[in-house]
């Protein structure tokens, strides 16, 4: 079982050996939501499925207060696992070509609803690609519904209440995830407020990443996160950014740099600064 990072010769010796996985792509363009599935209709790696930020992977319609891309409830979230072709045990791959940004959405909600067994394709699409992996073109190819049900979460949350009730405690530290011009409350292009969560660490997710779009290697990840932490605790670590999407690859580098598993804030600062009575920051 793979619950971390699958490098793409790893994914070809499955198939080849006829190892049941199941392939899940999650590009996505936040400005062109359309652009993911077309992407993905272009070119996907055989047998892959595709799934949508907005709408598999969120639930709209809620609150503000919510955030952006609010989770769906668990429950609803399994039964569209099922429909994709998930059932227990069977190893799961998500991806995308957009550096983590969207597949680590999927890799942290499959975990949320109790499935360990699945990896990142390290470096996404384009590695892949450099490995002469085999493409297909078009719509997914029709699968059978899996049987896969909701268990215990393997994904500590916490949510909006919950983090302004330990803000500023020496057990919690906030690492957001956002450019750091919008963590600065610089610019923002998206949420109606600019800023930060007062006494959070900035890490964009990219810094994660190599020039080829692959994690950095795990020694190299533990000592740049022991360094940003300055002494505290990883296990006290909650991540956050825009709306609980690009945070995951903070969290799942830290889980690479073996620092442990570690909190989502899922909702993040666009349900943070649409909550009347939190506390904003910046510079």
Not at 63 to 70: E, K, T, V
Not at 122 to 149: E, M, N, V, Y
Not at 151 to 163: K, V
Request: aromatic share 6%; net charge neutral; glycine share 12%.
């Amino acid at each position: 079982m793979l619950n971390l990072l699958i490098q793409a010769r790893e994914l070809q010796a499955l198939l080849d050996a006829g190892t049941p996985v199941l392939v899940m792509d999650c590009s996505f363009d936040l400005m062109n939501p359309a652009a993911g599935r077309e992407q993905f209709e272009a070119e996907h790696v055989p047998g892959a499925v595709y799934v949508d930020l907005d709408q598999d992977l969120s639930q709209k319609g809620r609150p503000a207060s919510d955030g952006r891309h609010p989770l769906p409830e668990r429950e609803r979230f399994a039964a569209r696992l099922a429909e994709l072709g998930l059932s227990p045990g069977t190893q799961v791959v998500v991806m995308d070509r957009q550096g983590v940004n969207f597949c680590g959405r999927l890799w942290w909600m499959l975990r949320w609803c109790g499935h360990e067994a699945v990896a990142v394709l390290d470096g996404g699409l384009a590695a892949w690609k450099a490995a002469g992996g085999a493409l297909q073109s078009g719509p997914a190819q029709p699968r059978a519904a899996g049987t896969f049900r909701a268990g215990p979460s393997l994904a500590p949350t916490l949510d909006t209440a919950g983090l302004l009730a330990r803000l500023g405690r020496a057990d919690t530290t906030v690492i957001d995830a956002r450019a750091g011009a919008r963590f600065r409350g610089e610019v923002e292009p998206l949420d109606p407020v600019a800023g930060h969560v007062p006494g959070a660490l900035n890490r964009p997710f990219n810094d994660n990443l190599q020039a080829d779009g692959r994690f950095k290697p795990a020694a190299q990840l533990r000592q740049e996160f022991e360094a940003l932490l300055g002494g505290r605790a990883p296990a006290g670590v909650v991540h956050q950014c825009g709306s609980g999407v690009s945070a995951v690859p903070n969290l799942l580098a830290m889980a690479i740099a073996g620092l442990g598993t570690t909190t989502l804030y899922p909702g993040s600062w666009s349900a943070w600064c649409n909550t009347e009575g939190t506390p904003r920051a910046r510079g």
